[in-house]
């Protein structure tokens, strides 16, 4: 697979779906294949990191409060390794208040958006990540 993000133009771009809620995951999984897309699944934020890594999705929407490791940790940990710093984050989360949306952000997610939110939105929120240019890693001696 990639070592990152794959442009709007291909035919199914994948994506990971994190949340403890398994109903989310059903619904969210159904309608997201309905809109053309490959989906993975994760219930907890351990999991989210090693799907992540071994998978590297085209965009990775996450709860923020997960067993284990938190949405925040997870996505400052994939935002600290070089092959998966590229994915775009999606934070899902019931949370409106304005700290945690910020600690989101600051955490790495590339967009909040508060639950339940409206399908449409999602997926043009997805599909507007897929066509912004990733930033390149920075230089590296790895």
């Known amino acids: 697979m990639s070592s990152g993000p794959r442009s709007v133009d291909h035919p199914r771009p994948s994506l990971l779906i994190v949340d403890d809620y398994p109903d989310a995951l059903d619904v969210w999984g159904v309608y997201l294949r309905a809109e053309g897309f490959n989906v993975?699944?994760?219930?907890?934020?351990?999991?989210?990191?090693?799907e992540a890594v071994r998978e590297k999705p085209d965009v990775i929407i996450m709860d923020l409060e997960l067993p284990g490791k938190s949405g925040y940790e997870v996505a400052r940990d994939l935002k600290a390794r070089p092959d998966t710093r590229a994915i775009p984050l999606i934070?899902?989360?019931?949370?409106?208040?304005?700290?945690?949306?910020?600690?989101?952000?600051?955490?790495?997610?590339d967009a909040v958006m508060v639950k339940p939110c409206d399908p449409q939105s999602l997926v043009a929120e997805i599909r507007r990540l897929l066509r912004k240019p990733q930033q390149a890693p920075a230089a590296a001696s790895e």
């Open 91 to 109: 934070a899902a989360t019931g949370y409106s208040h304005i700290k945690q949306l910020d600690l989101a952000r600051a955490s790495g997610f």
């Open 40 to 50: 993975l699944t994760a219930s907890d934020g351990q999991t989210a990191l090693a």
